[in-house]
């Protein structure tokens, strides 16, 4: 082709308003990060209804600012960063919360993280009326900065003890002085409750302030765990923190309630038995009574207990139990004058919300049908309503509906198809609402709480204009059924100018593991460039949940139960069957990508499945669950001693000698939940076998393999080795 004839079609196509296609690169998506969505991190509804605040970012600076909820109108400047000095210097503003009367502000400064859910941070509390700024303590970063209901305290964790700030004294009391590190834990949960409950902060005010109750962990019988960090010292930094693995002994927990009056502290009766979990605490609207979930060992029965806050004593209001196991409670929301509560449940199959009187009997069941409530975001006592967030439109949807306590009236409020989840303010007048779907970015609305538009928050306009300058693909969602004729949902994105008449080779992705989706009707972030850039480079990219997944009621979830790995690999090798005999697929270029849990079945299904895929690539795997932490691991498995076989049998690194096709392990050296002794101990087994692979270790980094370049390293890292071995 001539440079004149090439130049002419160039014209011919600017002519006709055609765009020059882009290539996305991996530089693109993790240090430019050029695709972030936005958020609408710094909107705040009031509890009045009326206003809501923002961080506003000017030439003077960042400023805290009031506007009129309906009109978004600029009503006032709460306070600006230039105001608010320390040794001279403005602090952050950005990160802020208000206390529940609303007559304070907590701004959080200087954030370190620990561990996934927990950090120290300073901690500074602004008084509205007074414009006073207060440093809320000057002896060490502090956690869980939480303001008491009348606006006068702050409780808070620091070096494992629980202490009140009382800003009207100035004054810092201790409630607890036996905190030590790797022994005694008051009001911050140990590692493995933080990481597989969920939950960090184990402390609450009662509904007058009076009271602070809190849960002690005494972890001194917990094992070690231990790794070294490089930091450029002559010998290594050692981090040791307490890990209990799989059949392991964990903290002795203990529930206490600190009385400001008396200043004195006294243990709940929980029980006799201490080998039981507390997962959650929760004052219910009786200034005198404290909920307590008590949860055995084995995870398959969950007791809700009524505590007295006056004397300790005790009383269970309502038992749930399972030849399973139970899903923990996050949501149990107290009815007020002492009518009752709505609790979670799949006692039919599926997750619904049940309404009990205050001594546990059933009053009714709220929702019913074969979908799942996914989250539940609270009760309005003056309207009746519940708003809760489910599957009804389909496991790959998530909807946003509202219902009344007796059950009827049930609405969705959500106007599109997708994914919609939601935030509500205090007093549930209003929520933000967060959509996306799996092609469209997220958008940030303001609703008032019966589902009508106030105001677009953020709708990405500038990310949604820049994609059009990159040719990519839509995800296409489709099902199949796997060999006992169970429908597996699964999406697909195919390559740039996609021919029905060539033969692609394809990457296969998963997580599968329990409870878990990655087949989501919504906007996936860095992971949808990700496997946009993968298009560019002509792989079809696919994704399937196998059973053990969630949205699909409890007998699919939890069909994997003693039995992890098992179930889960034979439908991602039934998946690759199906791909496989598509007409446009190569099916002897298959491959498998999976981190974590996803990681896990990588290492699975290039060793057992090693006669269907060619390549995998195993991201900080689990290879042996005794190696993993024990409430993670029995809630599926039971104990090692109780179920030798569901724990061998599905093990990558039994398998080892089954591997003939490319194998790339990544781990961090720092991991502290999955540790790098997995990929270490599956090293040893390949090596042992003379298995050939490849490895990658990222030092001191984390599970989740981040932070500076780390992430453009390894997705390059990953990207050439697809290109040299897919």
Known sequence: MTKNLYSFILLLAFAFGLKAQKNISVEDIFNQKIFNTKSSSGFKAMKNGIHYTDILIDSSGKSLVKYDLKSGTKISIIVKDNEMLLAGKPIDISNYTF????????????????????????NFVYDIKSKQLTQLSALGKQMFASVSPKGNKVAFVRDNNLFIKDLDLNKEIKVTADGKINEIKNGWADWVYEEEFSKADFFEWNADGTKLAYVRFDESQVKEFSFDTYNNNLYPDKVIFKYPKAGENNSI?????????????FKVDIGSETDIYIPRIKWTNDANVLSIQRLNRLQNKLELLYANSIDGTSKVILTEDAKTYIDIKEDVVFLPNNKGFIWTSENDNYNHLYYYDNTGKLVNQITKGNWDVISFYGYDEKTNTLFFQSTEQGPINRDLYSVKLDGKSKLRLSPYSGTTEAEFSAGLKFYVSTFSDANTPTVFELHSSDGKLIKVLENNAELKKLITDYKLSKKEFFTFKNADNIELNGWMMKPRNFDLTKKYPVYMFAYNGPGSNKCNNAWERTEFFWHSLLNQEGYIVVCVDGRGTLGRGREFKHST????????????????MFVGNLPYVDKKRIGFMGWSYGGYMAALLISKGADYFKAAIAVAPVTNWKFYDNIYTERFLRKPSDNKSGYEENSPINFTKKIKGNFLLVHGSGDDNVHYQNSMELSRELIKNNIPFDFMTYPNKNHGISGGLTRTHLYNKMLKFLKENL
């Open 561 to 576: 139960y003693m039995q992890l790995g098992n179930l889960e690999v034979q439908d991602q090798i039934q998946a690759n």
């Open 99 to 122: 206390s529940p009367d609303e007559s304070k502000i907590v701004f959080k400064t200087n954030s370190e993280d620990i561990y996934r859910r927990s950090s120290k941070a300073e």
């Open 253 to 265: 927990v203990s529930v206490h309630i600190y009385e400001l009056a008396t200043a004195v502290s």
